[in-house]
């Protein structure tokens, strides 16, 4: 059902299926996790066609235009009606290279040694 006027980001966040669950969306507003215009939001916040909503869903933080309103959860394939994705290629390329953050270590072989613990440190520091 489209809105006119106004509505809560938490509850679009959620319709335009960006969070599973309407207390996921509110829990990611309260934790600042959603941007509009450069300033952390409340759930409360009512947003506008033409608003521009910055996602940080770690490690990419996505962006969003409200296109059009709406308060009821949408098909999958509706959601372009609602929302235009922004998000630039180099913020999407860093789902790809997300493997290439984390250490392999056997199974079994205790603690990492100090030499090794220097090496994890460097490569998260880059």
């Known amino acids: 059902m489209e809105v006119s006027g106004k509505i809560r ?3 679009w966040l959620w319709a335009v299926r960006i ?3 309407r207390s996921q969306a509110s829990e990611a507003c309260k934790m600042g996790r959603i941007l509009i215009t450069g300033m952390e939001v409340k759930p409360s916040r009512e ?3 033409g608003d521009i909503v910055f996602i940080r869903k770690l490690p990419v933080i996505y962006t969003l235009r409200v296109i059009g309103l709406v308060e009821n959860r949408l098909p ?5 009606e609602f929302a235009e994705d922004l998000t630039s290629p180099e913020e999407l390329e860093k789902l ?3 493997d290439t953050a984390f ?3 056997d199974r079994g072989t205790g603690r ?3 030499k090794e613990r220097r090496l994890l440190d460097d490569i998260i520091n880059q």
Do not use: E
């Not at 999958?76 to 372009?80: E, I, N, P």
């Open 9 to 11: 980001i938490d509850k």
């Open 19 to 21: 969070y599973k669950t």
């Open 47 to 49: 947003i506008r066609i």
């Open 76 to 80: 999958a394939s509706r959601v372009r």
């Open 96 to 98: 790809k290279i997300k």
């Open 103 to 105: 250490f392999k270590r």
């Open 112 to 114: 990492p040694t100090k």
